[in-house]
């Protein structure tokens, strides 16, 4: 019997499409062919891989409306910013398309005249993803290239929420003429495909974006076929306004960090440390922001905050607004929602919050909402330790114009990104991943291809 499951629209609780899940047989099959599909994939000359990878590029580009209005249906987000993740995942498609031609070798001077050393590159293998549903293209975008570019062969398997984006990627690529068994997608319950993943003898390498406990449990079963791992997991990014701040800029741009995706990203600003001097004044100019943001159906024109993605998601944010509540935090704007269990649909309006301390959930679990709470500091030594004191690692931002706090600040956070003065740093041409439990590795940039690719040495003798 066939099994479906069903696609949701999060802004209003409707039925989208059904999905068919693929059973085990099914998906077993998909990794063999793509296996297989490795043998003239990686074969291919990295001239021609590149061309293939820019048609996709061209042909995702010409879909740009239709796989945005697909995005935010599944999704929830803004049209304007599905269409700018569109455009996001674009340009990955095309940065590795260049790097596929860029993969070089070295060698090494010997030491002995009678022999040469050589270093070469090579693609691991068949690639397993993972993805989330919070950018449905863009981080199944980041991994699908440079593993395509670097000569491996891909299989994804998309979140249950939002599967009809990555699913139509696909088809994309594969009129694009990348062939059918090189690229694939699998569909059904993360747990149960992970396992058929990690078992797998084919599958030399697993990549990941989701939650830290889903991340940790990937690594742990990848160790008996010893697969390469790459892991983009949960963050509680530090935003810290420095006493000489522009606080007109700084306001604009934490509003753009922690509103974005309704703050459902893993780098949305998740403790905002205001120097005590300045906190009033920033405070009200944030607010001030924050109540122009009209919260809707993200196919509406004008809508800048989108639903929850489920009930789930929903219930942990409420939760942590009621806890900073019930221990002295002061609501400035928001807590206010809109939902409908029975309907299906979860609308957290913009929440800012002050006096937050250490001691409330919200300032160690990782939110995925939008709620900003805002806590002060003295020294900039004090803002280091706050920013610090949790277990991830992935991005922070700091607003200042003085060269010494801001070189200060980056040299002792420890973060994979920082925005100075910049609360969107994320970009195709650069390394973003994180540190500590937020990861291993970085997508993006020359060091995104790394990970698919292989070294071999060699020396010659007998010269
Ligand atoms: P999640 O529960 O970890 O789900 C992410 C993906 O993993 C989904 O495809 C999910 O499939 C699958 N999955 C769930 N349980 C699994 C298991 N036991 N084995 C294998 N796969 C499994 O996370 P989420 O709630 O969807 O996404 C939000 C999280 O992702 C946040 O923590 C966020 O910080 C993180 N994130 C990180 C980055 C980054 O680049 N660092 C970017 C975006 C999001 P199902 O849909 O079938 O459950």
Redesign the pocket.
């Known amino acids: 019997m066939t099994n479906y499951f069903n696609v949701i629209n999060p802004a209003t609780g409707e039925f989208i499409q059904e999905v068919k899940i693929d059973s085990e047989e099914e998906i077993i099959q998909a990794i063999k062919k793509g296996h297989e599909s490795f043998k003239t994939w990686s074969k291919i000359n990295a001239h021609e891989r590149s061309r293939l990878i820019k048609k996709w590029s061209e042909k995702v580009t010409e879909n740009k409306q239709e796989i945005a209005e697909i995005m935010t249906k599944e999704n929830g987000k803004p049209l304007s910013e599905s269409l700018g993740e569109v455009d996001y995942s674009v340009s990955y498609l095309d940065w590795y398309a260049e790097e596929a031609k860029r993969i070089y070798g070295r060698t090494i001077p010997a030491n002995t005249e009678s022999k040469r050393i050589t270093v070469t590159k090579e693609p691991i293998g068949l690639v397993a993803a993972?993805?989330?549903?919070?950018?449905p293209a863009a981080?199944m975008a980041r991994k699908a290239a440079p593993a395509l570019a670097a000569g491996c062969t891909f299989i994804v398997?998309?979140?249950?929420?939002t599967p009809l984006t990555g699913m139509k990627f696909i088809d994309l690529a594969h009129e694009a003429g990348i062939p059918k068994d090189a690229i694939q997608y699998v569909n059904?319950?993360?747990?149960l495909?992970?396992?058929i993943?990690t078992n797998s003898k084919y599958i030399r390498k697993i990549t990941?974006?989701?939650?830290?406990?889903?991340?940790k449990?990937?690594i742990k079963n990848s160790a008996d076929t010893m697969k390469h791992v790459t892991?983009?997991?949960?963050?509680h990014a530090p935003l810290i306004v420095a006493e000489d701040a522009d606080l007109d800029y700084a306001a604009k741009q934490t509003v753009g960090t922690k509103f974005r995706n309704a703050g459902?990203?893993?780098?949305c600003a998740n403790r905002i440390l205001v120097h005590e001097n300045v906190v009033d004044e920033f405070t009200e100019k944030f607010v001030a922001e924050v109540k122009k943001l009209n919260v809707g159906n993200g196919l509406e024109e004008g809508t800048d905050v989108g639903p929850i993605?489920n009930e789930k998601?929903y219930e942990k944010i409420v939760e942590q607004i009621k806890n900073a509540k019930e221990n002295g935090a002061e609501v400035m704007i928001g807590d206010k929602y809109d939902a409908d269990k029975e309907k299906g649909y979860f609308f957290i309006h913009p929440t800012v919050l002050k006096e937050v301390t250490t001691d409330m959930t919200i300032m160690q679990e990782?939110t995925?909402g939008p709620v900003a709470p805002i806590t002060t500091f003295k020294t900039l030594e004090e803002a280091v330790e706050l920013a610090n004191s949790t277990p991830y690692g992935?991005a922070a931002y700091f607003f200042t114009n003085d060269y010494r706090t801001g070189t200060y600040l980056h040299d002792h956070l420890q973060f994979g990104i920082i925005g100075w003065n910049d609360g969107g740093p994320s970009a195709a041409h650069a390394p973003?991943?994180?540190m500590k439990e937020?990861?291993l590795g970085r997508?993006g940039g020359i060091e995104g291809i790394e990970p698919y690719l292989e070294t071999k040495y060699m020396s010659i003798g007998g010269f």
């Open positions: 993972i993805t989330p549903w919070n950018f981080m398997k998309p979140a249950t929420e059904g319950r993360g747990s495909i992970g396992d993943f990941f974006t989701g939650s830290t406990p889903v991340g449990e990937l892991m983009e997991l949960g963050g459902q990203t893993c780098v993605i998601g990782e995925f992935l973003f991943g994180g937020s990861g997508e």
